[in-house]
């Protein structure tokens, strides 16, 4: 029988969505980052194995593919063409999901090389790498070794101190490896639309930790806050950012937000126990759900081929 379970972990990504904006209130950026990352990815590998399992049922329905799998009683479903419609509507999910995954990576791959190459044919003092454009744009660039890209423009508009600043920011998204937590985030908002709100709620999470790490470098909190409103302003000013796909840059994300947060002191903050309970009760819901029906199925099938009894 095809047992409604694999609807759940379909549906729990929605409720998740909601609780996830609270995170980055409730609890230190460093903290709210792992978090939003491990329940992300939880629900995302949930969602793909319902739908893979929702189109393997589909498959079992037909006559070729319940041979090959050596059925000899038909799969239990209360309808088979509920189940049929079900497994199109799974596949279409999952393939679209997979196009525009294997597009992005393809564009995050495009980009990031081409800045490589950028970078390789200019001097680096440091880890540090100034490209000679008017326009101004800053970002840390992951790979090997890791550097921070900023450009002539950017200098000219941020006084010395600023600048230093700038860079304390930078280099907290290389030394925190934050690029991998952005790539797990946009795996999973492939996976499933309302994980896509997740993302950008990770992203943030991951400038807020950024900010707090150059607040501590540079021992001012509102220096960061300037450095990091006038930096925005002049990326704003100059039109659409060129930095690579999937980078991470003091003028990305809500400045408005991140501007106002280092304005305040810094205090000790923890998870809310109800929000933790809450975020804790979806994702278990979620992967519990998904391995009860996986179980189920298995037994369905173990049914069919006659390897268990009815």
Known sequence: MLTPLFVVPLVLPFVLCLATSRVSVWARPTAALWILTATTLVSAVACVVSLAALVLTGLFLVPGFA?????VRHLCTPSAHAAAGLAILAACAL????????QAAVRHGRTLRAAHRQVARLPVVGDLCVVDSPRPDAYALPGRPHRIVVTAGML???EATEREALFAHERAHNAQRHHYFLTAAEIAAHCHPALRR???EIRLAAELAADEAAARAVGDRKLVAVAVARAAL???EAGPSTRPYLTLGAATGPVSRRVATLLKPSTARRVSPVLAFLLALAVLTSASATVAAVLHLRHEVGEAQGLIPR
Not at 67 to 71: L, N, P, Y
Not at 95 to 102: E, H, N, P, Q, S
Request: glycine fraction near 10%.
């Open 198 to 200: 997740v993302r950008s």
């Open 95 to 102: 393939a679209v999901g997979g196009l525009r995954f294997a």
């Open 156 to 158: 000219r508009s941020l």
């Open 234 to 236: 002049a990326s704003h």
């Open 67 to 71: 041979r090959f799998s050596h059925f």
